[in-house]
């Protein structure tokens, strides 16, 4: 009669088998697998990363200089700091100017040397941190013309800009000087006005003639029709035009 191995026997045969291909590791569990390392975002290099630009705290330094000069037969127009000012190279290139322009930040104010008085007067303050951006370390000519008998002076902090050159008046009369502001309507006065970069102002017919800023999404851009006001010190719009950005 032939030897038959009990089936009970032969399971656990078997199952003592299985356990010792575990420890041999042929079933070793999936947690203790060590992951595949993630392709890197750009290939190894010795070269060092390169530390960031200079930022304009590091370039500025305090500047207290004249930035403009309206010269009149009865004395100076002057833009100057009230107190601090600093400048730095504007450090990139942009429809703001080019990397190498200085940009000026601090109070400013416009001072009236009399050469009759032979004092200095203030006559009028800019926003706090005005900024002004120019080519070079020279101060600004103002732009002198006349309208109504008035001598009037024209300053643009910025000589570049992305939609409107930002624009300031003033007068001078029987020596003295002041701001001239701009009424839009009864009771709505401007302290400046911008204009459109390539396109100055012109004087023509009695009037001072403004194209104004552009910006995106506008359909038409402003002209604006001033006529002065001695009494009132100020330019008063009379009309506006609108025209197609490619008809200018």
């Known amino acids: 009669m ?8 032969l399971l656990l045969v078997l199952m003592l088998i299985g356990c010792g291909d575990r420890g041999n590791g042929v079933y070793t569990s999936v947690s203790s697998i060590p992951p595949i390392p993630e392709a890197s975002e750009s290939p190894p290099s010795s070269t060092p990363v390169s530390s960031p630009p200079a930022t304009e705290a590091n370039l500025a330094k305090e500047d207290d200089s ?16 009230t107190n601090k000012a600093s400048v730095a190279p504007l450090g990139a290139p942009s429809c703001y100017g080019v990397q190498t322009d200085l940009r000026w930040l601090g109070d400013y104010e416009v001072v009236w040397e009399s050469k009759s008085e032979g004092i200095a007067t203030q ?5 706090i941190d005005f900024e002004i951006v120019q080519q070079n370390d020279s101060p600004v000519i103002m732009q002198p013309f006349t309208l109504e008998d008035m001598d009037i002076f024209a300053y643009v902090p910025r000589y570049t800009d992305c939609h409107g050159l930002e624009t300031y008046l003033f007068g001078v009369s029987n ?3 002041f701001p001239i502001s701009l009424e839009i309507k009864p009771g709505v006065n ?4 911008s204009q459109l970069p390539h396109h100055p102002f012109k004087v023509a017919n009695g009037e001072f003639i403004v194209t104004g800023g552009y910006g995106a999404g506008q359909d038409f851009i402003n002209v604006y029709h001033f006529r002065y006001d001695p009494k009132e010190k100020s330019m008063i719009l009379k009309s506006t035009n609108q025209v197609k950005p490619n008809d200018i």
């Open 175 to 177: 020596g003295k000087a």
């Open 66 to 81: 004249i930035r403009a000069i309206g010269t009149h037969s009865e004395g100076r127009l002057l833009v100057k700091p």
């Open 190 to 193: 401007w302290a400046s006005i």
């Open 123 to 127: 006559i009028s303050t800019f926003p």
């Open 2 to 9: 032939k030897n038959v191995i009990p089936l009970g026997i």
